[in-house]
């Protein structure tokens, strides 16, 4: 197995990226191919001690920034590490590809350069998001913000797929975001989806609501990619601010102080269990092969973790499976 | 002045209902008109010493409970409290209508008893949204699913003018909640919102994501009552699940029990601050005469204040206000 990894991508660039798939190397015994400027990932790679057939460099010299309108930079620089390592996907020169880099320009490079799975109408921004139970998979956080129901369903098809195949959940439930829990519940996209969802063979529990995605309810969260992205956003907002709001409290006088070093180790393991960036990478479902986002601001560990994941996404047939359950119902239409 | 209140609305029933309107007598010197069962709110009354002549009692045996359809309620129980205390508002035996009943049938009972002010298209929930700075105006918190562009905009409008006249915010800021700052994201709706937002006299500051509503970025977050809905149940969730897992650091050993003692006012306090039931209640905006919809778990002192946030609606002439501007656009139309 082979995992091709942008090694520009991410804001802590090369250093962590070359890191972390060299640990990945080591411990998972992968193949890598380190896309990017050669000579800094040369560079790097003196760093450390590694079975030096399982890693090759794939030259690529321009970087896509955060900054730029994905459609247009991924046609522009074809020479960005995110272009060069998503067109070796897409050619076959390995079987996954990892990126931290912009996530609308890796989206849009799933979509034009590796395509989409026939008969995928949408491909949905999934993150793994975390819960008092662990965590969910909440798609779409934000690629589609205008959606059909079709398109809802095909992600909660592949939600389920994915945490089942990936993630080892047996039967995983599929709750739809809306404004309440009864039938009938909600705006006219979520009704149709509701009626379809209901019908399927998926694991699927109803409506869930705001409050319930924290809590845990269900381990798919199916919403389109307006709700899912400012629900996404929010929880990020709720976890800064609370802490925002701690800190201001335990800083009042010595007593709080006090309060607050004996606890320090408590309020540090509250801050990573709300922290959603922990949870490993965003799969890109929907496209022909498979592709792991991962966090900005991802270090070394984050990034062998990343492609551990990607691993279980390619050894685990995911892509196969799903384009085996969209053939049958395009059949059965 | 003389505020119609709902007795027998709320999880606590007429006991705090009364004890609240009978503050509210006393310290605001406001009359009051108590709607429900007579027997129970007389032996309810017998327990405190107010001026009588301030207050009376409107008689009404039935009551809508949260689980009934809120236009069929209205329409079956013509002698709930909620429906009396509507068309005494709507035939002006009152100036102001306070309900901690069920808010679909609130609302439905402003819009089909009271009626909407004319030229306004929609009645939003609006709830007062706690933040780092104080609290925001979050409207449309769930009335109206699916909405149009000028629903967004008169949304504004109207929030703008409740934020200045009765919470006493001089130019208060307009935020569009959107999945992206830029102007440009969006769905179809924000961006046609985005547009006439623009264009308008209100104060508006732009697109404020997900993560902004905490921080308190805009003083008046427009949204649509589906993606409204979410984040504020969201909000509430994670305020819940934070403290779940807090306790549950806290509760680990010896050492994190004392941290938790040493610390216990500071966390009740911030639990109070995450709170978004404590600031006071949520006006009904769009409809020809003030109403104030208290939250259901209100005890006294939330009533009381609910009371004092009506009289400022009423004094300030909010409606008279919002009918001009309306006025106004659909002269210019």
């Known amino acids: 197995m082979k995992i091709i990894v942008d090694a520009m991508g991410g804001d802590l660039g090369p250093l962590e990226m070359v890191k972390g798939s060299i640990e990945a190397v080591n411990e998972l015994n992968t193949n890598i191919i380190l896309v990017g400027n050669e000579d800094i990932i040369r560079d790097e790679l003196k760093k450390y001690t590694y079975p030096e057939d399982k890693v090759e460099i794939l030259n690529a010299d321009d970087i896509i920034t955060n900054d730029e309108d994905p459609s247009l930079a991924i046609r522009r620089k074809k020479n960005s590490s995110m272009v060069v390592g998503a067109k070796a996907l897409a050619d076959g020169l390995g079987d996954g590809f990892l990126s931290a880099g912009s996530t609308g320009a890796l ?29 969910s998979l909440l ?56 009626a379809i969802l209901e019908e399927s063979k998926l694991n699927f529990i109803g409506n869930i609501e705001g409050r319930d995605l924290p809590a845990g309810k269900a381990d798919v969260i199916v919403t389109d990619g307006f709700a899912g992205n400012i629900a996404l956003k929010l929880t990020e907002g709720m976890a800064i601010s609370t802490f925002s709001l701690l800190k201001e409290e335990l800083m009042k006088n010595t007593r709080t102080k006090l309060g607050a070093a004996i606890l320090k180790p408590e309020f540090k393991n509250m801050k990573n269990r709300l922290d959603y960036r922990e949870y490993g990478g965003a799969p890109l479902l929907g496209i022909k092969k498979p592709i792991v986002k991962a966090h900005g601001s991802s270090d070394a560990y984050a990034i062998k973790n990343g492609i551990k994941q990607l691993v279980k996404f390619i050894e685990n047939d995911v892509i196969k499976i799903i384009e085996a359950n969209i053939h049958i119902e395009n059949n059965n239409d």
């Open 107 to 135: 989206l849009a490079s799933g979509i034009f350069i590796v395509k989409r799975i026939e008969g995928i109408h949408r491909s949905p921004l999934s993150v793994l998001y975390p819960t008092l139970k662990g965590f």
């Open 139 to 194: 798609l779409d956080a934000g690629a589609n913000v205008d959606c059909k129901p079709e398109y809802l369903y095909q992600f909660a098809l592949m939600g389920s797929i994915y945490m089942e195949k990936v993630m080892g959940i047996t039967k995983p439930t599929i709750g739809l975001l809306n404004i309440g829990t009864e039938k009938g519940k909600g705006n006219i996209l979520t009704k149709d989806t509701y």
